[in-house]
């Protein structure tokens, strides 16, 4: 009964979830040591209904890690297409970049995810974008051998 | 029901393993 508000948000523990902001509406952005918000664990576990419940009620999707990790981001290099998807509705940037100049595309590309990579070209993601070590998500999916990552971004 | 306590998420690293370009 004592688990954080982000832990709730990452088991998708909604109903409890509720009972921590109805005492404390801050704890709806509220982030952790790492400056993670529970939208961004929402994000990273795949808890799509936590995911529209905390939009729902006000959570900003924007918000950035200490480390410029973003919710988008999360959900890229977990493959969740869906959640990738409607945070994309919600105004996030697409093209935020973090600690090793990894973007939401370069993420699902890396990871193979290739509904992401989809949803994300769809949307205008930045294909030019490299990383810190210089690939581009281009030469990220030749150097990784993800053949329909290759594809879809050709 | 006891839920388990999940580790704070993270992101890998993009390149790590691969050659420097």
């Not at chain 1, 921590?20 to 801050?26: E, Q, W, Y």
């Not at chain 2, 839920?3 to 390149?15: E, F, K």
């Amino acid at each position: 009964d004592n688990l954080s508000i982000h832990q709730l948000a990452a088991h998708g523990e909604i109903s409890q979830l509720e009972v921590h902001l109805s005492k404390d509406s801050s704890l709806l952005n509220s982030q952790d040591e790492r400056g993670f918000t529970p939208l961004m664990w929402a994000a990273a576990f795949g808890e799509i209904m936590m995911v529209e419940f905390l939009l729902q009620k006000g959570a900003d999707p924007r918000t950035l890690a200490r480390e410029r990790e973003s919710a988008l981001s999360l959900a890229s290099a977990g493959g969740f297409a869906d959640i990738v998807n409607i945070l994309l509705q919600h105004g996030v940037d697409i093209d935020s970049y973090d600690w090793n100049g990894g973007t939401p595309l370069l993420y699902a590309v890396r990871g193979n995810h290739i509904k992401c990579v989809e949803a994300l070209l769809r949307c205008g993601a930045d294909i030019t974008f490299e990383a810190d070590s210089g690939y581009s998500p281009v030469a990220l999916a030749v150097a990784l051998g993800h053949k329909k990552g290759q594809e879809s971004l050709l | 029901s006891q839920l388990s306590l999940y580790t704070s998420p993270s992101l890998p690293n993009i390149t790590l393993g691969l050659p420097a370009t």
